[in-house]
C-alpha cells in the first residue's frame, strides 16, 4: 500500500466550476500536508501548507485537513483555464525524515 | 529574492558517461533535498543534505549515485556511469532551518534538471 493515495485523473471541468482534488495517507504520523501545483515541464510551485485539521483558505483555493480520516483536500473556486495543471499532494513528518511524500499528482485541465 | 536555481535545465548522457546535476538554494536557505520524478510517476525523495553533511540519504540508490552540498558553491547531484533508466526529471527543493510545529518545513522546489541517456 502506498503511503500517499492521489487519484491521477485527468480531470476536466468547464471554467468557473469548483475543483475538488483529494489525497488519503496511511500513516497517522504524518502532521503536515502541503499543495503544490506543477505545470509542464516546470518545477513544482508551493500553493499551501497547513499542519493541523481544519480548512486554510487562500484566494480561491481552499486546503481541508481531516486527520481522524486521514484525508486531505484542495478546492479551487472560479477556476480558470490557467489552474490547468497537476496537483501533487505532499504529506511530511516533523520529526523524524525531512523529506516529503508525494502523491502521484492529479492532471487538471479547466475548459474555456 | 531569486528562487532555487539549477543546471543545467537539459542534460543528456550517453551509457556510461557521468551526470553532474546543480542546485543552488534559496537565499538564507541551508537544507537542500532532491527528488526524482520519473515518467508518469510523482516526484520521490533522494536525498537530504545540510552544509558539508548528509542528513539523510534513504532514497538514493545504493551504487552510482552520490550527493554533496560544500560549505561554498552549489548542491551537486552526481550520477556514474549513467543507465537509460536514469533518465528523469530531477528537482531540488531548498528550505530554512526546519522547526517545531511547521515552521520552516515548507519546501520551494527548483525549474528542475532533465537527463535524457541515449
Known amino acids: 500500500q502506498k503511503e500517499v493515495e492521489q487519484d491521477p485523473g485527468p480531470l476536466s471541468v468547464p471554467e468557473g466550476a469548483i475543483v475538488s482534488l483529494n489525497c488519503t495517507y496511511s500513516?497517522?504520523?504524518?502532521?503536515?500536508f502541503m499543495w503544490y501545483r506543477q505545470y509542464s515541464r516546470k518545477g513544482p510551485e508551493l500553493l499551501m501548507y497547513?499542519?493541523?485539521?481544519g480548512n486554510k483558505e487562500d484566494g480561491r483555493f481552499t486546503a481541508q485537513v481531516d486527520k481522524s480520516s486521514k484525508y486531505i483536500s484542495l478546492f479551487i473556486r472560479d477556476s480558470q483555464p490557467s489552474d490547468s495543471a497537476t496537483y501533487l499532494c505532499?504529506?511530511?513528518?516533523?520529526?523524524?525524515?525531512?523529506?516529503?511524500?508525494f502523491g502521484q499528482g492529479t492532471r487538471l485541465t479547466i475548459n474555456p | 529574492n531569486a528562487g532555487v536555481m539549477q543546471n543545467p535545465r537539459h542534460l543528456v548522457r550517453r551509457r556510461g558517461q557521468e551526470a553532474r546535476l546543480r542546485c543552488s538554494p534559496m537565499?538564507?536557505?541551508?537544507?537542500v533535498y532532491w527528488y526524482r520524478q520519473l515518467p508518469e510517476e510523482g516526484l520521490k525523495f533522494m536525498v537530504y543534505?545540510?552544509?558539508?553533511?548528509?542528513?539523510?540519504e534513504s532514497g538514493m540508490p545504493k551504487e552510482r549515485f552520490s550527493a554533496e552540498f560544500p560549505k561554498e558553491g552549489p548542491s551537486i547531484l552526481r550520477i556514474q556511469q549513467v543507465v537509460r533508466g536514469d533518465s528523469a526529471a530531477y528537482f531540488c527543493?531548498?528550505?530554512?532551518?526546519?522547526?517545531?510545529?511547521?515552521?520552516?518545513?515548507?519546501?520551494?522546489f527548483g525549474p528542475g534538471t532533465r537527463l535524457t541517456v541515449t
Open positions: 527543493a531548498s528550505s530554512p532551518v526546519p522547526g517545531l510545529a511547521g515552521e520552516g518545513d515548507e519546501q520551494y
Open positions: 500513516n497517522s504520523a504524518f502532521q503536515y
Open positions: 497547513t499542519y493541523s485539521s
Open positions: 505532499a504529506l511530511y513528518l516533523i520529526q523524524g525524515a525531512q523529506k516529503l511524500v
Open positions: 537565499k538564507g536557505h541551508s537544507h
Open positions: 543534505l545540510q552544509k558539508e553533511n548528509i542528513i539523510d
